[in-house]
């Protein structure tokens, strides 16, 4: 989608701090990490949020969270544990209209969220 910042990031026109991509799933660090380690997990195809998703999208949100096992387990956060957070539309907290999950590790999380 051409004024998403998040498919210019796959598209490389915008740089990132890539640390996984196969041909559905790319992964980088956040530009403002809120916690030591903070990844952001996206799908290739620009799906607009949660709310967005179809039954032909079922195959790629499996692969999602099987990066997610995998690049956690290599990163060695997936010992203490970790956080996924996705934020859906406005009161969701949503900014950036493009389907991503939160990664953040490296400290205690607490709840409930804000
Ligand atoms: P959300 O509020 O759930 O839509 O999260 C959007 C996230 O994207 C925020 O945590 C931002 O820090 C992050 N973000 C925005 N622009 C960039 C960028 N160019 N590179 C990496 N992360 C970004
Ligand atoms: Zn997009």
Redesign the pocket.
């Known amino acids: 989608m051409a004024d998403c910042?998040f498919c210019k990031?796959v598209s490389k026109q915008?740089p990132?701090e890539v640390v996984y991509e196969d041909d559905q799933v790319f992964v980088?660090?956040?530009?403002?990490p809120?916690a030591p380690t903070?990844l952001?997990v996206i799908p290739k195809e620009h799906i607009q949020s949660a709310a967005h998703v179809t039954e032909k999208d079922k195959e790629l949100l499996g692969q999602m969270f099987v990066v997610i096992k995998n690049v956690t387990e290599k990163l060695g956060l997936d010992k203490e544990g970790y956080r996924i957070v996705n934020?859906c539309g406005e009161l969701g907290?949503?900014?950036?209209d493009h389907l991503?999950f939160?990664v953040l590790g490296g400290r205690q999380m607490q709840w409930p969220p804000g």
């Open positions: 910042i990031i915008i990132s980088f660090h956040d530009i403002n809120q903070h952001l934020n907290g949503q900014q950036v991503h939160h």
